[in-house]
């Protein structure tokens, strides 16, 4: 049976966060190939840390994961916002790319400048960080058969997790034939499915601007209409 499904955990971004923490320590190939896709590069001449919940204090938050190059004079420091299946808190991504934020940063990796990159890891391909610096990757880009790590353990976990990953976005691939066809689906999927719809639908339609923001006060954006 798959590990995810068996412990209930595919959408608990701590657990996850912390399954790539393993995955990116594990393997400089396996965080490479997931750079690529932000167009950025660890320099193969430095080693790298990785650092998950970095608390930066009450006005800023809590980034999911931080990876920096050592024993570089001018790093690179990559802050990394985790999401599945919720959208982003308010400013959230703007918190996390501020000026105070990078400085907290600083301080607690005792350096004196970086140079700080942002990526937004969703499953929902129709989320949008509320900040412009942060890079949206996908969860789908994790697809990969020839993507591997080296210990055989966490190897087949992450195998585990493809499978998870691709039963997620096979249905939400064709939103229409998914819902009219009574595909079994998440509430996740689902919702999913109905943005893609909407986008679809609006998106060509010149008396609707869709902007990006705060639904019904519930403290998450979403896509407005």
């Known amino acids: 049976m798959n590990i995810f499904e068996a412990l209930n955990i595919f959408y608990r971004e701590d657990v996850i966060s912390d399954f790539?923490?393993?995955?990116?320590?594990?393997?400089?190939?396996?965080?490479?190939?997931?750079?690529?896709s932000a167009d950025i590069q660890i320099d193969d001449n430095y080693n790298y840390k990785v650092i998950n919940r970095m608390g930066l204090g009450k006005t800023i938050g809590t980034p999911d994961i931080v990876i920096y190059e050592t024993e570089k004079q001018i790093p690179k420091i990559i802050v990394i916002e985790n999401k599945l299946g919720t959208g982003e808190g308010i400013e959230q991504t703007i918190r996390y790319e501020s000026k105070m934020a990078q400085e907290r940063i600083l301080r607690r990796l005792n350096l004196e400048?970086?140079?700080?990159?942002?990526?937004?890891?969703?499953?929902?391909?129709?989320?949008?960080?509320?900040?412009?610096?942060?890079?949206?990757?996908?969860?789908?880009?994790?697809l990969n058969d020839k993507l591997t790590v080296t210990n055989a353990s966490l190897n087949r976990l992450l195998e585990d997790f493809k499978e998870k990953l691709n039963d997620f976005?096979?249905?939400?691939?064709n939103p229409v034939k998914a819902l009219t066809?009574?595909?079994?689906?998440?509430?996740?999927?689902?919702?999913?499915?109905?943005?893609?719809?909407?986008?679809?639908?609006?998106?060509?339609?010149?008396?609707?601007?869709?902007?990006?923001?705060?639904?019904?006060?519930?403290?998450?954006?979403?896509?407005?209409?």
């Open 20 to 36: 790539l923490k393993n995955c990116f320590e594990d393997s400089r190939h396996f965080l490479n190939k997931f750079l690529k």
């Open 113 to 142: 400048a970086a140079e700080f990159h942002f990526i937004f890891l969703t499953l929902d391909t129709t989320v949008l960080p509320g900040s412009s610096k942060f890079i949206s990757i996908h969860y789908s880009s994790f």
């Open 169 to 173: 976005y096979t249905p939400v691939s």
């Open 181 to 225: 066809e009574g595909i079994p689906m998440d509430t996740v999927q689902r919702k999913i499915c109905w943005q893609k719809i909407l986008i679809t639908k609006f998106s060509d339609d010149k008396n609707f601007d869709i902007g990006w923001g705060e639904v019904g006060g519930a403290g998450r954006n979403n896509f407005l209409f």
